[in-house]
């Protein structure tokens, strides 16, 4: 059965601090792992990562894939309370359903 | 960026009556939807996915005549829940994909569903 997995389930931390959130996934036909981050609403896109060992960076977060030990992590440098955000981790399978498996998430709290 | 609206946003309806969640694509089109359930504190659940003019394809465990799908063009599916029941509450999103061989999901701001 394909799962996803992400550490820790929750996270407190103060603003400024560095945080990283994992993931680690066991899919069949594996394609790429995404992020995302949900507010109140829908998930947001963050990242997608198809290749292992390369960084994809968007300001103050970064993320990494590796397909050989089958996990990820986003990092947060510099945390702001607008960061506070359920995080989900989603791998994606290749072939004709193109399913995403999600991960239950990890909820960070940013403390002024 | 690719937007996906769904309308309604909030809804409450009693016990055994119909509802309709539209998800539409509003600035590309969408050859394959996704609808998800979410419950407090859980992750995103699939329901089901659906292709334009194809009937959609449903996830073990989830009742293909409680959940009607139904994608009748490339900018618009609906999710259909019959005869509703308390247990049905929850937060439903929908997502779509731009072309087929596409892993990026954009998702819907979704509905939230109570049944009383």
């Given at each position: 059965e394909d799962k996803v997995v992400q550490s820790p389930l929750s996270l407190v931390v103060h603003e400024g601090d560095t945080v990283t959130l994992n993931c680690s996934y066991e899919v069949t036909n594996f394609r790429s792992l995404l992020w995302y981050k949900q507010e109140k609403k829908a998930p947001t896109f963050l990242f997608m990562l198809t290749s292992s060992g390369i960084e994809k960076k968007s300001g103050r977060l970064s993320s990494i894939l590796d397909k050989k030990e089958l996990f990820s992590i986003l990092n947060i440098t510099a945390?702001?309370?607008?960061?506070?955000a359920v995080y989900l981790c989603a791998a994606a399978t290749q072939g004709g359903s193109e399913k995403l498996v999600f991960g239950k998430g990890t909820k960070l709290t940013v403390n002024p | 960026g690719a937007v996906v609206s769904q309308h309604p946003s909030r809804v409450i309806c009693k016990s055994g009556t119909s509802v309709k969640i539209e998800c539409r694509s509003l600035d590309f089109q969408a050859t394959t939807m996704f609808w998800y359930r979410q419950f407090p504190k859980q992750s995103l659940m699939l329901m089901a996915t659906s292709n334009e003019g194809s009937k959609a394809t449903y996830e073990q465990g989830v009742e293909k005549d409680k959940f009607l799908i139904n994608h009748a063009s490339l900018t618009l599916s609906t999710l259909t829940v019959t005869s509703?029941?308390?247990?049905?509450?929850s937060f439903y999103i929908c997502s779509a994909i731009i072309?087929?061989?596409?892993?990026?999901q954009y998702f819907g701001p979704g509905t939230r569903l109570t049944v009383t």
């Open positions: 945390t702001q309370t607008g960061d506070s | 509703a029941h308390p247990e049905d509450s072309g087929r061989g596409k892993n990026e």
